[in-house]
């Protein structure tokens, strides 16, 4: 009973913690424009919220690099069972404009799994608030098949 309490509201208000793996900070702002009255994607029941260990879903943006990917994997590996992961921008997604660069690895596939990509340079807020919801909505199928 009190197990089906948790995971019901783990589903219905999910945490989610940003992380920037070294962005030029376009999609960080409009991540940030999401929080803001004008979009509120708190609607949802999203909390923003800054320790891994409490987060649900994970946002990344930027390319990761030799030098964050450690980072990146190691805030993963905090994030308690089950998580989502999505992918903001072109950068998130591919590396973007910087995927040739000699220091960078790619996307963030390439370190940690994607669940939902939102394409853009930058993403819009729309864009962004749209993968948060499908992100939750496999978010949610993730707790379901936990319990």
């Not at 940030?32 to 919220?49: H, I, K, M, Q, S």
């Not at 994997?73 to 040739?100: H, L, S, W």
């Amino acid at each position: 009973m009190f197990k089906s309490i948790i995971k019901n509201s783990r589903a219905k208000s999910p945490w989610i913690m940003h992380f920037d793996c070294g962005s030029c900070n376009g999609c960080d702002i409009e991540v940030l424009a999401c929080l803001t009255p004008l979009y509120d994607v708190e609607r949802f029941g999203v909390v923003n919220v800054g320790n891994p260990k409490h987060a649900d879903v994970l946002l990344v943006t930027g390319t990761v690099n030799h030098r964050n990917k450690k980072v990146l994997k190691n805030i993963y590996d905090q994030m308690p069972e089950p998580k989502a992961v999505i992918a903001i921008g072109a950068c998130g997604a591919t590396g973007g404009v910087f995927r040739d660069a000699y220091n960078v690895v790619g996307g963030v596939d390439k370190v940690i799994p994607v669940d939902v990509y939102v394409p853009g340079c930058p993403a819009k807020p729309e864009a962004i608030i749209d993968g948060v919801v499908e992100g939750l909505k496999k978010f949610q199928q993730k707790v379901e098949q936990a319990g």
